[in-house]
T-cell receptor
């Protein structure tokens, strides 16, 4: 049974701070890693994906992957109230195959003004 | 493109009734996924299609659930008979071979009373 674990939160940070969201996964064969953002009552939307160990930056977002530790994280710099949402970590079996994605239950992030 | 379109957005039905959820994927996408989201279990893959053919239905909870994709632009998820424990948000998503993102519809919130 493939598992993706996330702390349910809520994670509360003040505006302008760095928010750190973490995810661990059980399947060592996992190759693709995604972070989705889901606002309350809305559908998930992709923020970032990462395939290789290390960091990947996109604007205020940085995804970090450590396959040896089976750990993925998402850093949000200069957090804004509009970042308040649930962040879903998803793990896949191979680079372009969405068919094997397993989602975590998500971490709720609250950014206070 | 208008994105993935699901209907209805909300459905309230009585236990024992048949429920049909509908999805129109993004034109040109060859993968279609049906997910169910609950607080307890998070986002779960029910079934997915590739080029209109069901590939993996191992996530379908029981025989009361069935899904079809008669053509590239339309899919249905049917529950017959419905039960209160089927209450959830059902998402349809589509992606293309080699793509890095699955695009989600707005979801159908199903309530079975």
């Amino acid at each position: 049974q493939k598992e993706v674990e996330q702390n349910s939160g809520p994670l509360s940070v003040p505006e302008g701070a760095i928010a750190s969201l973490n995810c661990t996964y059980s399947d060592r064969g996992s190759q693709s890693f995604f972070w989705y953002r889901q606002y309350s009552g809305k559908s998930p939307e992709l923020i970032m994906f990462i395939y290789s160990n290390g960091d990947k930056e996109d604007g205020r977002f940085t995804a970090q992957l450590n396959k040896a530790s089976q750990y993925v994280s998402l850093l949000i710099r200069d957090s804004q109230p509009s970042d308040s949402a649930t962040y879903l970590c998803a793990v896949g079996g191979y680079y372009s195959g969405y068919s094997t994605l397993t989602f975590g239950k998500g971490t709720m992030l609250l950014v206070s003004p | 493109d208008a994105g993935v379109i699901q209907s209805p957005r909300h459905e309230v039905t009585e236990m024992g009734q048949e429920v049909t959820l509908r999805c129109k994927p993004i034109s040109g996408h060859d993968y279609l996924f049906w997910y169910r989201q609950t607080m307890m279990r998070g986002l779960e893959l029910l079934i997915y299609f590739n080029n209109n053919v069901p590939i993996d239905d191992s996530g379908m909870p029981e025989d009361r659930f069935s899904a079809k994709m008669p053509n590239a632009s339309f899919s249905t998820l049917k529950i017959q008979p419905s039960e209160p424990r089927d209450s959830a948000v059902y998402f349809c998503a589509s992606s293309r071979t080699g793509g890095t993102e699955a695009f989600f519809g707005q979801g159908t919130r199903l309530t079975v009373v």
